[in-house]
């Protein structure tokens, strides 16, 4: 007899494995299609077809029984809406407290007013993208990886502007592709120019 908890695991696993095994930024372009739903809101929830909608236009199908289980673990109070935040972690887990202080210093290079979001149009002359992994291995020109950034961010973002959360979401993706921490904070330090 499988546990819930195992259940859970196989589930994760198998979308997880949907995910990566495309690109390595189908965790984020996931992400990015859950912004762009009309049901998401500012708390990073979103409606339950929806959901659903968005893991299958990433290329990721599951069994009937497998797409009930994993909507009523993620929505365990029944309202009919799937915290994306929540459901992330599952996935990919939270960065560890060392890469989460980095990622927070950069976000507060730019948030200097300390407003709670930032605003990418500032990010130009700032970012560095000689070691991103796309350069390295040649997929992307530097101009390229500032490109995808920046449409990144503003795709299923109506304001403009990038909250704390939205920042942690991006590279919480990004670290779960870099193994060690230091290779991790470099990565960030260098491309932000930080101290």
Do not use: C
């Not at 236009?57 to 009930?68: A, I, M, S």
């Not at 870099?178 to 932000?192: P, Q």
């Amino acid at each position: 007899m499988i546990t819930p908890q195992e259940q859970l695991d196989i589930i994760i696993k198998k979308i997880t494995k949907s995910l990566l095994g495309k690109s390595q930024t189908t965790i984020r372009t996931l992400g990015k299609t859950f912004r762009g739903f009309e049901s998401f809101d500012q708390n990073n929830k979103i409606d339950k077809d929806e959901f659903l909608i968005g893991l299958k236009q990433n290329g990721v199908v599951l069994t009937k029984f497998q797409t009930d289980f994993l909507l009523n673990y993620l929505d365990r109070n029944r309202d009919g809406s799937i915290d994306i935040a929540e459901f992330f972690y599952l996935i990919r887990g939270s960065p560890n407290e060392n890469r989460l202080q980095v990622i927070v210093q950069a976000f507060k290079k730019f948030d200097k007013d300390n407003l709670g979001y930032i605003v990418a149009d500032d990010f130009k002359g700032i970012f560095n993208a000689k070691n991103h992994p796309k350069v390295t291995r040649g997929e992307l020109t530097e101009d390229q990886a500032f490109i995808e950034l920046l449409q990144y961010f503003k795709e299923g973002n109506k304001s403009g502007h990038i909250t704390l959360n939205e920042w942690k979401e991006y590279y919480a993706a990004v670290s779960a592709d870099i193994e060690l921490d230091d290779n991790f904070i470099a990565l960030i330090k260098e491309t932000w120019r930080l101290k």
